[in-house]
C-alpha cells in the first residue's frame, strides 16, 4: 500500500462512521469515507441506468488542471464544507491512475473524455514536430481552423481534428443527435480536447480576454456568449488584490521561493495586485488573470452562462457540459505543488465549487445531473526545491539535449543537421540525411539515445524502431512510454526522464516546475463520480481510462472507439 493510499485509510478509519465534522485543526485528515466492499450483484444484470429512463438529464464534467490526489489529503482539512468535501462525502471516489508516459493536458483531457491512450487517439504531446509541414505545431493546431478573435499560428489550438476516435460526448451525439455537448477552459487545448470531435469548444482569448472559439466550430459566437464578453468580467478582476483565503499560519508552504517564476508581475509573495505589469487590461494581464483565483471565478461564470444559453439538461435529451479549470495548472507552474499559490488556489477552486454545485442544485431536482470531478496530471516539484530536499532533480536544457546527440551523430555518421526538433519526450531525426546516407535509423536512433543518455536527469530512452517492433523491457514504466508512442505525431527517439528532473518548454527557464512524466506525483489524480446511479464511498484505485468506460456505461451508450477501460461497476447502485 503506497503511502499515499495508507493515509487515506487512516483518515477513512479516523472519520467514518462519524458524521462529517469540520475541521478544526489545521491537521485534522478529510473524511475520505471508507473503502467501500466490492458489492455489486451477480454479473449480467444490467445496470438500471442503461435505459434511456434512468439516464440524468445533465452530465457535468469539472477537469482541474494540474491537481494531484493528495491534494485531497494534504490541504483536506481547509476544505469548506460543500465544494470538495461534499464530492468526497456523498460521491464515489477513486484514486485515479494515469496509464501513459505523456502526462500533458492534451494527452490528459483526451484520455478522460475518450477512455483511450495517445498510441491510438493521436494526442500525445502539446506540440509535435509534424513530418508533412516540416515544423512544430501545436497538437490541437489545425491549418483548416482560425480563432474568431485574434491572430492564429502554428503555436495555437483551433481544433480536434487530430484526435482520432470518439469521446463520450461523441457517442452521446451519436445516440441522440439533439444532445449538445460544450466543452469550456481558459486554455484552448483543454476546451478543444473535452468537446471531442462532435462538440462545441470555447476558450478565452489572450488577445482580448473574451471568449472564444474557432472557425471548426461557427463562424459567429452565440448572442449568449457575446452577451458574456460584453459584461467584460476578465477586465473586471483588473488590480484587483489575490491575498491568502486563510490565516497566514494555515499555510505551511513557505511563500516566498528564488525559484519560483512571478510572471507578468505577479511576484513570488502574498499579498499580489493582478495587473499583468500593465496599466490597462491587455494580454500581459490576461496571462497574469490565468493564473489568478479570478480566472476561477471568470470560467464557472461562463458555464453557468452556457447551462443558460444552451438550456443544457433542459431538453428531454441528456446532455453534457464539460469544465477545465486552467489557473491551477498555470500557477502550479509558476509556483510549483509546495507553494502557499498552490495551496490557496486549490481553496478557492473548492469555494468556487461550492457556489457553482449548488447553483446546479438550484437548476435541478436531485439525482438530474451527474458529476464527474477529475484532473488531466498532477505536478512535479520545482528541481531545486527538490534538491534542497535532498531529492534529485534536474532542468535539462534543449540545446544540451540537441547538442550532444548532434555531436555524437556527426562523429559516428560524418556531418550534417541530425536534429530537427525536439518537443518533450520526443527527439525527431532527420529522416532524409540518415536515408542519404544510406544508414540505418535503428542505429541511428540508439547513437541518439545513448547520447542523451549522458545528461542529467535522463534515465532511458525507447527509439522508434525498438517501440514499432515491441522490443520493450517488461516494466510497467516502459508499457506507459508505448501508450504515449503514436507513430506518425512521435519522435524517433522517446526519452525517459528520471524523477524529479525534466526538460522540455518550462525546463527552458531557471524558474517553476512542470508535469509530463509517468510517475505517480503526475499520474496520481482524483476521480469522483457523484450521482443517483453512484454509491458514495472510497473505492480504492482505478485507470483514468476506466473514466470514460463508466460513463458510457451509466449512460447507455457505446463506449468511445478505442476505450480501453472498463466500467468501475463497484462503484454503481
Ligand atoms: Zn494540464
Known sequence: MSRLLRSVAVAASLLSPAPLALAQSAREPIPLP????????????????????????????????????????????????????RLLKEGAVFEGHYGQQNTYTGPGHSLVVSGSYGYVNGIIQNNYYNRATNRSEAMFFDPQAKFLTGETTPADETSPRNFVGTTVGDELRLAEPRARVVSLALKERAAIAMGGRMGTSFFQSEATGEMTTSTYYMQTLPAWVQAFNTKKLADSSFGATWDRLLPKERYPERDDFQFESAPK??????????????????????????????????????????????????????????????????????????????????????????????????????????????????????PEWSTEQHLTGARLKK???????????????????????????????????????????????????????????????????????????????????????????????????????????????????????????????????????????????????????????VLGLTPPAACEGKPLERALR
Open 34 to 85: 471508507d473503502i467501500a466492499r466490492p458489492a455489486r450483484p451477480s454479473a449480467g444484470a444490467a445496470p438500471k441506468s442503461a435505459t434511456p429512463e434512468g439516464r440524468p438529464k445533465l452530465v457535468v464534467l469539472v477537469v482541474a488542471d494540474q491537481f494531484r490526489f493528495e491534494y485531497l489529503t494534504r490541504f483536506g482539512s481547509d476544505l469548506g464544507k460543500a465544494g470538495l468535501r
Open 265 to 382: 508581475g505577479m511576484g513570488r509573495s502574498f499579498p499580489r495586485t493582478v495587473t499583468g505589469g500593465l496599466k490597462a487590461p491587455g494580454p500581459d494581464y490576461y496571462t497574469a488573470f490565468q493564473q489568478s483565483p479570478f480566472g476561477i471565478d471568470y470560467t464557472f461564470a461562463f458555464a453557468e452562462a452556457a447551462l443558460d444559453g444552451e438550456k443544457l439538461g433542459q431538453r428531454g435529451v441528456t446532455d453534457m457540459l464539460a469544465v477545465s479549470i486552467s489557473p491551477t495548472d498555470l500557477a502550479g507552474h509558476s509556483f510549483g505543488p509546495y507553494s502557499q499559490e498552490v495551496h490557496d488556489l486549490v481553496l478557492r477552486f473548492d469555494k468556487s465549487l461550492e457556489s457553482f454545485l449548488s447553483s446546479l442544485q438550484k437548476r435541478f431536482k436531485p439525482g438530474e445531473v451527474l458529476v464527474v470531478f477529475t484532473a488531466d496530471h498532477g505536478a512535479v516539484p520545482i
Open 399 to 553: 540545446a544540451q539535449l540537441k547538442d550532444a546527440i548532434q555531436r555524437a551523430l556527426s562523429s559516428a555518421y560524418g556531418s550534417g543537421e541530425w536534429v530537427v526538433a525536439l518537443e518533450d519526450p520526443s527527439i525527431y531525426l532527420n529522416r532524409d540525411l540518415i536515408q542519404s546516407k544510406k544508414l540505418d535509423p535503428a542505429q541511428v536512433e540508439r547513437t541518439a539515445g545513448e547520447a542523451a543518455l549522458t545528461l542529467p536527469g535522463i534515465a532511458g530512452y525507447h527509439t522508434r524502431t525498438q517501440l514499432l517492433n515491441g522490443w520493450l523491457p517488461p516494466t510497467e514504466l516502459a508499457r506507459a512510454v508505448a501508450r504515449s508512442f503514436y507513430p506518425r505525431r512521435a519522435g524517433d527517439v522517446v526519452l525517459v526522464q528520471e524523477p524529479f528532473s525534466f526538460w522540455g518548454k518550462y525546463a527552458e527557464k531557471d524558474a517553476g516546475s512542470t508535469h509530463g512524466s509517468a510517475y505517480h506525483y503526475d499520474t496520481d489524480v482524483p476521480l469522483v463520480f457523484l450521482g443517483k446511479t453512484f454509491a458514495p464511498g472510497f473505492f480504492g484505485n482505478a485507470e483514468m481510462v476506466d473514466a470514460a468506460a463508466t460513463l458510457a456505461r
